[in-house]
């Protein structure tokens, strides 16, 4: 992950207040917890969801059939998305978006947003704090990221790391 990177995680709505305490009484590890908790028993379209990533981040040639994936190159809007399924239902989905360029953040927040509001989900950011998929909650959350505040001012990043 690069550090101008922001997280999101894609969630159902659905059972959230019950998946909840099992998905943070997760055994810690080093990387993110899992977010399979969420999607038990939830049915979303993956192909309808895939077409509307497919518009906005290429495909990347990695992708299979249980974990779809896109990348874009690094030289340019280095955003990337990945959806893993078991039997075609969703048992993680995040995306990854590029703070370094305006309209790509606004280009893939709508994209996200309306993939929300088709499937009845929300967002997790990294702190696992849960919102509603709208633009300024999104991008209330984008200005409170480590990612933002490297990019806004990486001296005051780097000194927090001690």
Known sequence: MAIWQYTLLIIPKAHFEDAYPAFMNQPVTQYRKDIFYFWTDFKADVFKIAD??????????WSSEKHLSWKKDGQLNDNDCSIFTNNLEVTNFSI??????RENILKIIKTVIEICDENDLMLMNLKYEAFEANSKNILEDISKSNANIFLTNPIKFLESLK
Do not use: E, M, V
């Open 96 to 101: 990854r978006i590029d703070l370094r360029n």
């Open 52 to 61: 509307k990533i497919d518009g906005i981040i290429p495909r990347a040639s």
